[in-house]
């Protein structure tokens, strides 16, 4: 066990950027439908400035759900539900900024690697270091890309558990999961140290987890996080929560209402993905630019369109093999074919602050003109579910913001935690917690 306080964020810039959002034309793939919206693979266009380095979209877009617009440099309320715009400054919240008064919280890092685990035990490589925008789809099928560059390999990652100053261990914990550890722990660190030093958060654990490795389709880091399914969750679940209570010797809560999932981009939608399959562990997330897009692969004959199929039918032609109920090999279903999850499902007990920026992700791969990698459109569609069948969410279109914006983080991370945890009472016991 290694005990230290780490300086990391003063490259999330950097890594994001090379991780999370490479270098791409961001531009309407060749031959794509973006006239015909009954036809296959429709792209939706609609409000979309292609002139700007990358595209911006107007959040005002009439296909877009209304949203509340808010004075440049103010927030949503943290008792508000629904959608917001924000920006188009951005100036880091102060709760952000380190201050030498506050008591600072401990930080243990361990190790973990493939050899140990046993539902990621063989791992995905990709030959080519970076992400491949080339790489080709079945013929005739824009959503299905076929990568031949990957092979079997092993990943080695970072679990680093903050525990704060006020942490007093004679009860379970509530608790963060947070997925691309690494990439802006000390922001994360320094916001719950000035958060909780001023009761606007409880104390609280924060576990941030590696990814295994490289970005997007035919890596580690897509098949967790990319996957929809309940796996990742439960790798969290049976394999690192049990080495942090060992290695640090903390005790966590198992009650749901005392569990955040948190991540950006594609772990955006990992922390979804696991309340949204394991809501007995998860009942909070915290997303930003989740990719609710066709990023899943291997490609699932159950669920083609991977995290679109969240919030909206699959874009290409319906045919016998979609069942959206079930992942895995297709079985009868009385879900009709290509029907969102969230919109076919019981409404679950998640509550979910998500947001995403007017110049975030479209198309950074120019061979998947599906109609289905559109971040802002994916966004938009998931809080029009998400209010049709009735949850507890705040979704911020922010102004003047890529993907994954570091600038918005600083300025909305306090905000989404603490309208993420309202209702939060550390008082109550649960039956799980007695069991930890």
Not at 27 to 38: C, E, F, G, H, I
Not at 204 to 231: C, F, K, L
Not at 314 to 334: I, M, Q, W, Y
Not at 380 to 395: D, H, R, S
């Amino acid at each position: 066990m290694v005990h230290l306080r780490s300086k990391i964020f003063c490259v999330f810039m950097a890594a994001s950027t090379t991780l999370i959002a490479p270098a791409m034309a961001q531009v309407v793939p060749p031959n794509a439908n973006t006239t015909d919206p009954l036809a296959p693979f429709y792209i939706d266009v609609t409000g979309l400035d292609l002139s700007t380095k990358p595209p911006t979209r107007d959040p005002n877009n009439p296909n877009y759900p209304p949203a509340k617009e808010l004075p440049d440099g103010q927030l949503p309320s943290v008792h508000a539900v629904g959608n917001f715009i924000i920006g188009p400054t951005h100036n880091a919240a102060p709760e952000t900024i380190p201050d030498g008064a506050v008591p600072k919280g401990a930080v243990y890092s361990f190790t973990m690697n493939s050899a140990n685990s046993v539902i990621y035990h063989t791992g995905v490589a990709r030959d080519a270091p970076g992400n491949d925008p080339n790489a080709p789809t079945v013929p005739g099928d824009p959503s299905y890309l076929v990568m031949t560059s990957s092979h079997s390999g092993t990943w080695t990652r970072n679990v680093n558990v903050y525990v704060p100053d006020q942490y007093t261990g004679d009860k379970p914990a509530p608790f963060i999961v947070v997925g691309d550890g690494g990439l802006f722990d000390d922001l994360l660190f320094t916001t719950l140290d000035n958060m909780i030093h001023k009761g606007l958060l409880p104390p609280m654990v924060a576990i941030t987890i590696e990814n295994g490795g490289q970005d997007a389709q035919g890596s580690q880091r897509g098949v967790e996080y990319d996957t929809v399914s309940g796996t990742y969750a439960e790798f969290v679940e049976r394999e690192v929560l049990p080495l942090v209570r060992r290695n640090v010797g903390v005790k966590l809560t198992k009650a749901a209402r005392g569990r955040l999932a948190l991540g950006i981009s594609s772990s955006g939608i990992a922390s979804f993905v696991m309340a949204w399959y394991h809501p007995e562990w998860y009942g909070r997330v915290v997303a930003f630019s989740p990719t609710f897009v066709n990023q899943q692969w291997p490609h699932n004959p159950a669920l083609r369109g991977g995290g679109w199929e969240l919030h909206s039918p699959f874009a290409g032609p319906k045919g016998p093999l979609e069942n959206t109920s079930n992942f895995g090999v297709p079985a009868p279903s009385t879900i009709p074919d290509g029907s969102p999850l969230v919109l076919t499902s019981a409404t679950k007990p998640i509550r979910f602050w998500f947001n995403v920026g007017d110049k975030d992700l479209f198309y950074p791969r120019q061979t998947m003109g599906d109609g289905m990698h559109d971040w802002v459109l994916a966004g938009e569609n998931m809080a029009k579910v998400l209010a049709a069948k009735g949850y507890q969410y705040q979704f911020v279109f922010a102004r003047n913001a890529g993907h994954a914006d570091a600038a918005t983080m600083r300025q909305t991370l306090p905000q989404a935690l603490q309208w993420v945890w309202s209702g939060y009472n550390p008082a109550l016991k649960d039956r799980e917690d007695s069991e930890d």
